[in-house]
């Protein structure tokens, strides 16, 4: 069976965040209907110094570190669930980070 496509992730927007300053944002998925089973980046990339940390046993994931370049930098996030009475759910989301001086 195709997969069905789950709820949007929180923010819908990524906060601003600043060179050499830490940065630190939980992404949140809702209206899943099995857990969520990981939380990548399959295009672009977070900035230099920050990395995505999927958190077990909870539906969503962190950014944090603290950025190396200023600049806007692209990247989608991958979001599946675990499919087990029902069909698995993915999500795409693509967001745009600015780091500032």
């Known amino acids: 069976p195709a997969l069905e496509r789950t709820g949007m992730p929180e923010p819908e927007v990524l906060p601003d965040a600043r060179q050499g300053v830490q940065y ?3 992404i949140q998925v ?4 099995t857990p969520v089973g990981d939380i990548t980046i ?4 977070l900035p230099d110094g920050l990395a995505l940390e999927f958190v077990k046993d909870t539906a969503g ?12 930098f692209s990247f989608t996030l991958n ?3 675990l499919g087990t009475m ?11 980070l600015v ?3």
């Open 30 to 33: 809702s209206q899943n209907v």
């Open 61 to 72: 994931a962190k950014i944090s570190g603290i950025p190396q370049k200023t600049g806007a």
């Open 24 to 26: 630190e944002i939980e």
């Open 86 to 96: 029902v069909g698995g759910q993915i999500l795409e989301k693509e967001y745009q």
């Open 79 to 81: 979001v599946w669930c």
């Open 42 to 45: 399959i295009q672009g990339a």
């Open 99 to 101: 780091v500032g001086p």
